[in-house]
């Protein structure tokens, strides 16, 4: 082929093919959300108000249920109640004392650790901090700006 | 000069590549309109255009509002019940049509050569429906279609390297929102529409240049001419075939209209969730197997139906006569039947 015609081909191509790739990135990284996350500590109960292996719900910051628990004297559990599986919501089945998700029949015991179904991991447990007689759940700000 | 030459000159029409484009020679055995199911799907994609656009007129993507504005849709304006049970029907029907046609193509195995890239425009036709479907009975925001996205864009979300961007690409971020109704309602009107049209029209380029492969009946070697006219005798079948439908589907409309369930609720997954019939065999499976074989899975089975021409040209090399596409096709088939019935059953 004759090398004069190849150079203008790629001489044409490359940078039409440069420009295009450089939109195509540009839009996929528009499209992509931005997130920002910030820690925020936040009180949630008294132990006063909470008896040993009783539970309470709260909301987390993006509005999904958690569970706290607690599991020993001065020892608390803030248990996220996101299945692991495919994120559906499991509920507490008091008579079984296991969590249960009716999306894919997945089992948790009362520490969220999996006992049947295809969840691959325990649930998620929020970092809890005891200060005095009062329970604080860091819960991550999640921003999509 | 009269209206009708103005038209004439300002419209000219090539009358000779006009009749070249509509006598197409369609094979006999397309007469038992049965083989001919590809239309099927066709006039059901016009359908859904049609009742969506009208749709669209009141439907509101916001998750607030949503809600209410399928149950105006459905309960205050006039007629609004039966366009959205037409749509909501029509998708059933244009997504059971393709699977027979489908099944059809490959128990005939008319993906052979020189057709394997039109089997592959037809399946990705399967899959941009069935994505059509997802994002369809997502927009309703009732708890079925809030939990259907949430596992959706789970399941998107493990998938192998570009799970988590992936989902949040979808979402629109981390969790199911805003951005995520916003996104769905412009999959579902525009940016599916335009890459199933894209889509449509290469498998038509392909069937009208490689011409409909010829399948053999007894009794067919009797006919003096292998062929008939698209025009208008392949278009007299269709119309009937496309009357019939029409019938089953404001039947199906008048007797089941759609009804809307409870209003999303994120807080809360029903106790008894499921998704539309045409997801129950993947539902069950990631009922009964890991998260990683669970998501694999339908990603293989993707990758095979793309590749069974290839695949099924070296069991024919291998072990030639033997049949094999058949009985793996009817394993298949039953297998997923079973997955079926059992998630229409089962807990």
Redesign the interface.
Known sequence: MDRRKVLKSVATFLPISAAFTGLAAMGVRFITPVKREINRKIFTVGLEELPLNATKRFKDLQGRDLMIVRTGEREVKAISTVCTHLGCTVFWQKDRQEFFCPCHNGSFDKNGLVIAGPPPAPLDLYPVEIEGDNVFVIFKDIKEV | MGLKNWFKESFPVDTVALITLTSEPIPNHLKRWWWGLGGTPLFMFIIQILTGLMLIFYYVPDPDKAYQSVEYITYTSKFGWLIRSIHRWASNIMIAALLLHMLRVFFTRTYRRPRELNWMFGVTLLLLTLFFGFTGYSLVYEQMSY?AM??G???A??TPFIGP?LA??IR????IGQ?TLTRFFLFHIALLPFITLLFVGLHLYLIRTLGVSELKFPGDEKAKKKTYPLFPDHVYTEIIVVTLILILLVSLSLLFPAGLGEPAD????????KPEWYFFPV?RW???????V?VLGPIIFIFLLYAWPFIDRLFEKKFPGKEITFWIGIAGFLTIMVFLVWEIFG?
């Open positions: 939990w949430k596992v864009t789970g399941i979300g493990a961007w949040d690409f629109g971020g981390s969790e951005n994120p807080s809360v997954t029903p106790l008894h969730i539902f990631l009922k009964i197997t890991n998260l990683n669970g807990h």
